[in-house]
């Protein structure tokens, strides 16, 4: 029985992955069971319910899983056979005929063509294109049997491999893959559990890794943020990082002399980073430009205290910020937090259920000073115009009532709306919008209705509360306009550089500070 339970120990050390069906776990234990005969493998499966127990089996402990129901025993003759991933890759793209093309070469082709069919001639193409195995730069073997390297020298040519949802199970597998790889800058090993390596397997594999530039590791099981720096000593002049979907609730502040030196772009998408201060740990981390932090149910932002005139020394570089889809309740706070980040120039985010998406980019554009563009849209100077515009006069009456309480009552309107100093030295001061208390202000206002293609003038009074849909109806009677509805803008009477359009037909003057004698042009 010894022997039996040596060699199954020598096929399957702990931290051995292996699959079963469609089902992938990770060996805990090999040895014996109480009360059962022969060798038996000790399971984690990634799937938390596929299993029965949580390694203890009538009162004794042979391993430990994270959760309840994640463990179970399997006799060894049950595991499915494994590769080796030059084996895989020939498999896959060479002698490949029309009926059997790689998956990520048909999307890649449909990218190219931009269609979602192809005739029999083009399947041939691409199945050509497979079949020259040492001219490929592009190998994808996800979802195989993978947990060796083989003989790679054939594969010169190849700068991006994808490894995800393999056999694959520790870092000297990974290295000596990539060491007969010199031209590979681009690795993919999602979905792997890979055992955390040890100072020494660090200090041996770390030349290995000293050619890529991309690091893909979405969910790769990590809930330690620790184990991540941990691993990224194995490639410290990584440019780009993946950590989607691995629980890092919590982080810590990086050693930027001994990782990430060179990182450029971080994605953290659905990590449960829902506590911003723990991104801020992230802030020494100089050379970052891109941070994905999607769907990790963030619901403020809240930076370090600054002075209001002037940036944080954190997130020296980042220039781009993903927050779609996190329920951030209160977007001006957020848009004010954020315009501290000093080299921030695209935001994509999702409108909160009580705002728009116009509403949102308004703010957006309004109270981020360098902000280029919003959900890879960019911001328009007409755009920026109208968005600094509203927010100057919505804020006129704070404005001046603090700036007569004091400097304390001042500075601390501007630490709330930063950008506020800047819009007046832009538009001037605000005054004429404050209203005058011992002036009832009328429900109407005349305004100058400016027909441009004919040049009519039409002088009308109308209700502050007006929608603009109304007024279009007015207008097309009484210019007599046939077709297509038209567009308006107004231009401010005191700011006469200023025109804003009014583009939402559901929105009332009122809405966009229409005030008497303002000139209303029709397109």
Same mark, same amino acid.
């Given at each position: 029985?010894?022997?039996?339970?040596?060699?199954?120990?020598?096929?399957?050390?702990?931290?051995?992955?292996i699959?079963?069906?469609?089902?992938?776990?990770?060996?805990?234990?090999?040895?014996?069971?109480?009360?059962?005969?022969?060798?038996?493998?000790?399971?984690?499966?990634?799937?938390?319910?596929?299993? *029965?127990?949580?390694?203890?089996?009538?009162?004794?402990?042979?391993?430990?899983?994270?959760?309840?129901?994640?463990?179970?025993?399997?006799?060894?003759?049950?595991?499915?056979?494994?590769?080796?991933?030059?084996?895989?890759?020939?498999?896959?793209?060479?002698?490949?005929d029309?009926?059997?093309?790689?998956?990520?070469?048909?999307?890649?082709?449909?990218?190219?063509?931009?269609?979602?069919?192809?005739?029999?001639?083009?399947?041939? *193409?691409?199945?050509?294109?497979?079949?020259?195995?040492?001219?490929?730069?592009?190998?994808?073997?996800?979802?195989?049997?993978?947990?060796?390297?083989?003989?790679l020298?054939?594969?010169?040519?190849?700068?991006?491999?994808?490894?995800?949802?393999?056999?694959?199970?520790?870092?000297?597998?990974?290295?000596?893959?990539?060491?007969?790889?010199?031209?590979?800058?681009?690795?993919?090993?999602?979905?792997n559990?890979?055992?955390?390596?040890?100072?020494?397997?660090?200090?041996?594999?770390?030349?290995?890794?000293?050619?890529?530039?991309?690091?893909?590791?979405?969910?790769?099981?990590?809930?330690?943020?620790?184990?991540?720096?941990?691993?990224?000593?194995?490639?410290?002049?990584?440019?780009?990082?993946?950590?989607?979907?691995?629980?890092?609730?919590?982080?810590?502040?990086?050693?930027?002399?001994?990782?990430?030196?060179?990182?450029q772009?971080?994605?953290?998408?659905?990590t449960?980073?829902?506590?911003?201060?723990?991104?801020c740990?992230l802030?020494?981390?100089?050379?970052?430009?891109?941070l994905?932090?999607?769907?990790?149910?963030?619901?403020?932002?809240?930076?370090?205290?600054?002075?209001?005139?002037?940036?944080?020394?954190?997130?020296?570089?980042?220039?781009?910020?993903?927050?779609?889809?996190?329920?951030?309740?209160?977007?001006?706070?957020?848009?004010?937090?954020?315009?501290?980040?000093?080299?921030?120039?695209?935001?994509?985010?999702?409108?909160?259920?009580?705002?728009?998406?116009?509403?949102?980019?308004?703010?957006?554009?309004?109270?981020?000073?360098?902000?280029?563009?919003?959900?890879?849209?960019?911001?328009?100077?007409?755009?920026?115009?109208?968005?600094?515009?509203?927010?100057?006069?919505?804020?006129?009456?704070?404005?001046?009532?603090?700036?007569?309480?004091?400097?304390?009552?001042?500075?601390?309107?501007?630490?709330?709306?930063?950008?506020?100093?800047?819009?007046?030295?832009?538009?001037?001061?605000?005054?004429?919008?404050?209203?005058?208390?011992?002036?009832?202000?009328?429900?109407?206002?005349?305004?100058?209705?400016?027909?441009?293609?004919?040049?009519?003038?039409?002088?009308?009074?109308?209700?502050?509360?007006?929608?603009?849909?109304?007024?279009?109806?007015?207008?097309?009677?009484?210019?007599?306009?046939?077709?297509?509805?038209p567009?308006?803008?107004?231009?401010?009477? *005191?700011?006469?550089?200023?025109?804003?359009?009014?583009?939402?037909?559901?929105?009332?003057?009122?809405?966009?500070?229409?005030?008497?004698?303002?000139?209303?042009?029709?397109?």
């Amino acid at each position: 029985m010894v022997g039996i339970i040596d060699e199954a120990q020598l096929f399957y050390p702990l931290g051995t992955r292996i699959k079963i069906a469609n089902n992938y776990g990770t060996v805990k234990y090999v040895g014996e069971v109480s009360g059962h005969m022969g060798t038996w493998l000790g399971i984690e499966w990634d799937d938390g319910m596929r299993g *029965k127990h949580n390694g203890i089996v009538e009162g004794k402990r042979y391993f430990q899983t994270q959760l309840p129901t994640a463990g179970s025993f399997i006799r060894p003759g049950k595991v499915g056979p494994c590769a080796t991933l030059e084996d895989a890759a020939r498999e896959r793209y060479v002698n490949y005929d029309s009926s059997n093309v790689d998956a990520s070469l048909i999307r890649e082709a449909q990218a190219n063509l931009q269609a979602s069919l192809f005739e029999v001639v083009g399947m041939d *193409k691409i199945a050509r294109k497979q079949s020259k195995f040492e001219q490929l730069s592009e190998i994808s073997v996800d979802e195989t049997p993978v947990n060796a390297a083989g003989y790679l020298k054939d594969l010169m040519h190849l700068t991006t491999l994808n490894v995800s949802h393999t056999l694959i199970w520790n870092w000297e597998i990974v290295a000596s893959i990539a060491q007969q790889l010199p031209s590979l800058n681009n690795l993919n090993l999602s979905s792997n559990r890979l055992v955390l390596p040890t100072t020494k397997q660090i200090a041996e594999l770390e030349p290995s890794f000293r050619q890529l530039k991309h690091i893909n590791l979405r969910n790769c099981g990590f809930t330690d943020w620790q184990d991540v720096m941990q691993t990224a000593l194995l490639w410290p002049d990584i440019i780009s990082l993946g950590l989607q979907e691995n629980s890092l609730s919590q982080l810590s502040v990086v050693d930027c002399e001994s990782i990430f030196r060179q990182l450029q772009e971080l994605d953290l998408h659905r990590t449960n980073l829902m506590d911003f201060d723990q991104v801020c740990k992230l802030g020494n981390i100089s050379t970052l430009r891109s941070l994905n932090l999607m769907e990790n149910g963030i619901e403020e932002i809240k930076l370090p205290e600054c002075d209001p005139q002037l940036k944080l020394n954190i997130f020296m570089s980042l220039e781009q910020l993903n927050l779609l889809h996190n329920p951030i309740w209160n977007e001006a706070d957020a848009f004010n937090e954020l315009d501290k980040l000093p080299q921030l120039k695209r935001l994509s985010k999702t409108p909160h259920l009580k705002s728009n998406f116009d509403e949102m980019v308004s703010k957006a554009v309004a109270s981020i000073a360098n902000l280029q563009y919003i959900n890879r849209a960019e911001v328009m100077p007409d755009e920026r115009r109208g968005a600094e515009y509203d927010i100057w006069k919505k804020y006129a009456v704070d404005w001046l009532q603090a700036s007569q309480q004091g400097a304390d009552a001042l500075r601390e309107f501007c630490r709330k709306h930063r950008t506020y100093p800047l819009l007046v030295k832009k538009y001037g001061s605000p005054i004429d919008f404050v209203p005058r208390p011992q002036i009832k202000q009328s429900n109407l206002i005349k305004v100058r209705i400016l027909h441009k293609s004919s040049g009519q003038f039409w002088e009308k009074k109308v209700p502050r509360m007006i929608t603009v849909q109304t007024l279009q109806g007015l207008v097309m009677k009484h210019f007599h306009l046939a077709g297509n509805t038209p567009q308006l803008c107004y231009i401010d009477a *005191k700011h006469p550089e200023l025109v804003v359009p009014l583009d939402n037909n559901a929105k009332t003057l009122d809405f966009y500070s229409v005030q008497e004698h303002d000139t209303v042009l029709v397109q």
